[in-house]
């Protein structure tokens, strides 16, 4: 096969195996959907629904039907990506309506802050270089402060910040800052740049990036063929950066579900209208499409980039191709 | 003096895990009335010789609410590090030593699992059910339990070849003796400790987190140090101690137990080369 | 008689280990000239790596002490590699101790070598899929050889070079192994592209770690007689180094014989081919060993 061939056809069994990831990872919740007790539609609606509402709601969740059968109503609505209705948050507007920007400024902020991980990453690896005793005083600390869950970073934080920002106001009769006091609502992008902080500085990402990293960039330098390539006076920069792009890349995409769990909490405090606060808040009302459109979306996001990266690793290393060819 | 940082190390979390687990014990058999605890005469004090912690803004002493707090992630904590962990081996041990058509579907269910955004999940879940905690912790370990596998089923595959193992066959022990005693118990133990104490900590982290948030987790008057922490919003700078207190207990458990179960898990692994 | 290509002299190298210090090569002198091949025998642990491996700055860890002279006649004049490597002791002495850690090491000694490496000499070792990057083609690293030693082609005629040096180390259907990754060749395939990618760059000394290790008896013969094709011309030099003393006595005009970091007996290939001259003891156990008559012993 050529080298053009096999790939598509690699790409194709990795969408195939992706959707079928997809369509799994729905049943699963929708089986947890329709694991409530008692009845599944009093379960998911809020008090003093009308019953046109609950019937249409039943409808479209499949509820009056077996648990496959509905499951089949639902899922043939929501892959075209009708979640139905907002009931409470954002009601006549549709889910996608309300969901949809809300899930860019989450994948920007997410995105955003595991590159800014990854790049602090490498940079304290290549700092540090080999572990060392000398070093695990550092290593240690920074251990500690970043195991903390995003929500505690996040709450200390913003008191510092609070604290500080009334302290400088007061002593220097500067105006409030509109973001000013965290948390309330504001259009600043300010608390969007605290937030990604907090999440690079949280739930311990920054210190597991960086030993994956660490341990990778180590590995590479390490190896033979790079001690041959100094050898004969060639230069071991393209060899380290080929070798060392899947490793980097992975690390970046294997961590996307924790900061996807982190920012849901992150943009709460910080109040930021992404997709992590309004499943919150639609989790609160109980605007239960909103919910389950959100979940699918947020189980989605996570398919694609694995999807993504195992394309673009197949493109650098070969050896995948060969072994799954 | 060249200090070892590891054993160093050791000795601190090994402490902290100790002292957060005799105090969960404790925790479960001292009473506690929330009602009977507040006190507007007190409210919000600084520490002093009668509140070690000072109090919060309903009066209530701090350090008791902190201890009372680890009734809510103490024992579903460990529930769900067991969960994760048994079912995880299990679950590890079969994909690495099996093939055919029931391995594979095991490999598939639990990339499934694996998918899942586990947060948005339980948010997902509490929407539904409104679950106890004990329940969420359940899920939780159920979730881990596709970490955990792999975890063990790379061990067992890379095992499976080695001479020793080869040996055991030969002298007719069964393959369940060779992979639950051998493989898993004696050989995976470090990989499930580091596990255990990391979903241990997730727990907390949950547990917490719902909590603060308010509609789920543990609601007021009862203590959690999740909704300890949540105060700060009501007390808008007033006082530090009373969210202050929980959030440090917090970050320093979670550092505790993943620090010690890493480290437990590296001189187990030194320890069987 | 012309000066000789190199010339190491009353090489020490140490380590510190947990068990103190391990002095591993202890006092080797070994000169190689111009286009000779110069055999190293000797068993697992004898230094004759170290030996080596210290000519081309590749000293792995963190060597205690460092001392001696390796004289090379470099295009750039005379050069003593040990003399050029800055003494890193407070107090200077005439030994030059590297206490530090690795990455200055490695650091000082890459800064040091660098002029030196390719353009007088490279090497080949044993494993030769690990020798070579899994993800870059093996015309691509061919390439990299050939555009060194000849900065004025351009890319066609570099790669039109790399496939010729394909061709002649006896491989197949050069094209088609310039377009594969190291992992679609077999062991001795990609020793042959190793040893192409060495040669390629056109070293004055070619050095040879154990480039037979972990291949095929078969392939084995193969290759030793790919170097002695490759050799012929007497442009550069070799040093190989091997435990497999038939093969040392096929390639080597002159045998140095290395035991527990020093050197036991130096003499001529034909020499001990053929029985002639006074043997030392170890040197006759390995020629008995081998089945090969073994002459006086000393």
């Known amino acids: ?197 907090v999440l690079v500085m949280g739930d311990g990402l920054l210190m597991d990036t960086f030993n994956a990293v660490r341990a990778e960039i180590l590995g590479v330098r390490g190896a033979q063929f790079i001690a041959a390539v100094r050898a004969r006076g060639a230069s071991v920069t393209p060899h380290l950066w080929l070798n060392l792009a899947i490793p980097i890349f992975s690390a970046f995409v294997s961590r996307l579900p924790v900061v996807l769990g982190g920012v849901v909490i992150v943009e709460y405090v910080f109040t930021l209208d992404g997709a992590g606060y309004l499943l919150l808040e639609a989790s609160k009302q109980r605007d239960f499409p909103v919910v389950v459109g959100l979940s699918v979306l947020f189980t989605l996001a996570v398919i694609v980039v694995g999807l993504l990266s195992d394309v673009a690793r197949s493109v650098i290393d070969q050896r995948e191709v060969a072994r799954d060819g | 003096m060249t200090v070892k940082w590891s054993d160093l190390g050791l000795r601190l979390s090994g402490a902290v895990v100790v002292a957060v687990m005799v105090v969960g014990l404790v925790a479960l058999v001292i009473p506690y009335d929330p009602a009977d605890a507040v006190s507007y005469d007190t409210l919000l004090n600084p520490p002093s010789a009668a509140h070690w912690l000072g109090t919060d803004g309903q009066g209530r002493d701090v350090l008791m609410r902190l201890v009372k707090g680890t009734e809510a992630f103490f024992l579903p904590g460990l529930m769900g590090g067991l969960i994760a962990v048994v079912l995880g081996g299990l679950a590890g041990a079969y994909t690495g030593y099996a093939a055919g058509p029931l391995r594979s579907a095991l490999v598939g269910l639990l990339q499934l699992v694996d998918t899942l955004p586990r947060l948005v999940f339980i ?123 929980p959030a440090v207990a917090i970050v320093v458990t979670i550092a505790s137990f993943l620090a010690f179960g890493n480290l437990v898990a590296r001189k187990g692994e030194e320890a069987l080369r | ?176 192994v310039a377009a594969s990754y190291a992992h679609e060749l077999s062991g001795g395939m990609c020793q042959r592209a190793m040893i192409a990618v060495a040669l390629a760059r056109e070293p004055r000394l070619l050095i040879a770690d154990e480039p037979t290790t972990g291949l095929d008896t078969t392939v084995r013969a193969e290759i030793v007689g790919l170097f002695k094709a490759l050799l012929r011309d007497r442009r550069r030099a070799m040093l190989y180094i091997s435990h497999d003393i038939r093969e040392v006595l096929f390639l080597a005009d002159r045998v140095i014989v290395m035991r527990h970091g020093k050197v036991l007996e130096e003499t001529s290939a034909d020499d001990l081919r053929h029985g002639r001259g006074r043997r030392h003891p170890y040197t006759a156990s390995l020629l008995e060993a081998a089945d090969l008559p073994v002459g006086e012993a000393a």
């Open chain 1, 1 to 197: 096969m050529s080298g053009a061939a096999s790939f598509l056809a690699l790409a194709g069994r990795r969408i195939a195996a992706s959707l079928l990831l997809l369509v799994g990872a729905s049943f699963l919740i929708y089986f947890t959907i329709r694991s409530a007790p008692g009845d599944a539609v009093d379960a998911i609606t809020p008090m003093g629904t009308p019953p046109e509402i609950k019937e249409k709601l039943a409808a479209e969740f499949g509820l009056d039907q077996g648990v496959l059968g509905g499951y089949g109503v639902w899922l043939s609505r929501s892959a075209t990506g009708d979640f139905g209705e907002s009931l409470v948050f954002a009601p006549g507007q549709t889910v996608m309506e309300v969901a949809g920007p809300a899930f860019e400024k989450t994948l920007l902020l997410s995105g955003g802050a595991l590159f800014a991980t990854v790049v602090l990453s490498i940079l304290l690896a290549l700092f540090l270089g080999e572990p060392s005793a000398r070093q695990q005083g550092l290593t240690g600390a920074l251990y500690f402060i970043t195991s903390a869950p995003g929500f505690v970073s996040a709450v200390v934080f913003s008191a510092a910040v609070n604290a500080g920002v009334q302290r400088f106001v007061e002593q220097a009769g500067h105006e409030t800052p509109a973001w000013y006091p965290i948390p309330i609502y504001s259009d600043s992008i300010v608390p969007y740049f605290f937030a990604g902080f």
């Open chain 2, 123 to 245: 948010i997902l879940l509490c929407t539904i059910r409104n679950p106890s905690i004990p329940l969420i912790a359940v899920v939780a370990g159920l979730l881990f339990v596709p970490t955990v596998a792999t975890v063990v089923r790379r061990k067992v595959e890379a095992l499976a070849s080695e001479d020793y193992i080869l040996a055991h066959i030969a002298h007719g022990f069964t393959p369940a003796r060779i992979l639950l005693h051998h493989i898993l118990w004696l050989q995976c133990w470090p990989l499930l400790v580091r596990q255990a104490a990391f979903v241990f900590g997730y727990v907390l982290f949950v547990e917490t987190g719902l909590s603060y948030l308010g509609d789920y987790g543990v609601q007021e008057p009862d203590p959690s140090w999740g909704n300890m922490v949540a105060q700060v919003k009501d007390l808008a700078g007033a006082g530090a101690w009373p969210w202050l207190a």
């Open chain 3, 1 to 176: 008689m012309t000066a000789p290509l190199l010339s190491i002299e009353d090489l020490i190298i140490e380590f510190d280990t947990q068990q103190g210090r391990r002095r591993v090569v202890d006092g080797v002198s070994f000169s190689v000239g111009q286009g000779e091949v110069l055999g190293i025998l000797g068993e697992s642990g004898s230094g004759k790596t170290l030996s080596t491996l210290s000519i081309l700055g590749l000293v792995p860890g963190r060597p205690g002490v460092v001392s001696g002279h390796i004289r090379a006649h470099t295009d750039a004049g005379e050069v003593d590699f040990l003399a050029e490597l800055p003494s890193v002791v407070a107090g200077g002495t005439a030994e030059r101790a590297y206490q530090k850690d690795d990455r200055r090491w490695q650091r000082i000694v890459q800064r040091t070598m660098k002029p030196y490496w390719g353009q007088f000499a490279t090497a080949v070792f044993q494993n030769p899929k690990q020798s070579l990057d899994p993800l870059m083609t093996i015309g691509r690293q061919l390439d990299e050889s050939v555009a060194l030693a000849n900065p004025s082609l351009d890319r066609a005629a570099v790669r039109a070079r790399s496939v010729d040096w394909l061709r002649r180390v006896q491989l197949h259907a050069p094209e088609r």
